[in-house]
């Protein structure tokens, strides 16, 4: 089974500048989710979709992330202006459920830099 | 507060010997799951084992086993027979029944020496 798509795979941006990440989950998983990866630190939730709904997206500051989930299979997360302190990892994963007991399937992730 | 705690930021541990990474959480939801990922340097994330909060007997994967102790609330990691490819970044997981986001520790380096 493939697994989860993510594109690009590095990005450097400079401050102020706008960029977007596409992911591809597994076939099937309706659960898709955006985390924020800071070096050195465990990844934190950004959005959560279910099909292409938002179930959570408490953490995302939406001053400027945006995230969408067309047709309950791919997505995008946007960020306009970057600011230094984006600079991170973003990761994208997908579960075939929301239950307790359905692993998250992980992308390689965007590693992002703004200089 | 903290759901997720991982004491140990880093750990050394000879080949071919075994190794118990530490997790503890906190909840008050009845239905959770545990989850450890190990992340090389290369940055993918890959799913390890998992524990429910209602399974009887403690996880075991290959060489990863989870020792449950659900009263002191820990669901700490034992890597046996450590190889070099083991050298990563592990995290300790877990999803609660009324939310389903997972939320993660911050995570200890294991570094596998000759």
Known sequence: ?115 | AQKITQTQPGMFVQEKEAVTLDCTYDTSDPSYGLFWYKQPSSGEMIFLIYQGSYDQQNATEGRYSLNFQKARKSANLVISASQLGDSAMYFCAMREGGDYKLSFGAGTTVTVRA
């Open chain 1, 1 to 115: 089974e493939a697994g989860v798509a993510q594109s690009p795979r590095y990005k450097i941006i400079e401050k102020r500048q706008s960029v977007a990440f596409w992911c591809n989950p597994i076939s099937g998983h309706a659960t898709l989710y955006w985390y924020q990866q800071i070096l050195g630190q465990g990844p934190k939730l950004l959005i959560q979709f279910q099909n292409n709904g938002v179930v959570d997206d408490s953490q995302l500051p939406k001053d400027r992330f945006s995230a969408e989930r067309l047709k309950g299979v791919d997505s995008t997360l946007k960020i306009q202006p970057a600011k230094l302190e984006d600079s991170a990892v973003y990761l994208c994963a997908s579960s075939w459920g929301g239950g307790v007991n359905s692993p998250l399937h992980f992308g390689n992730g965007t590693r992002l830099t703004v200089t």
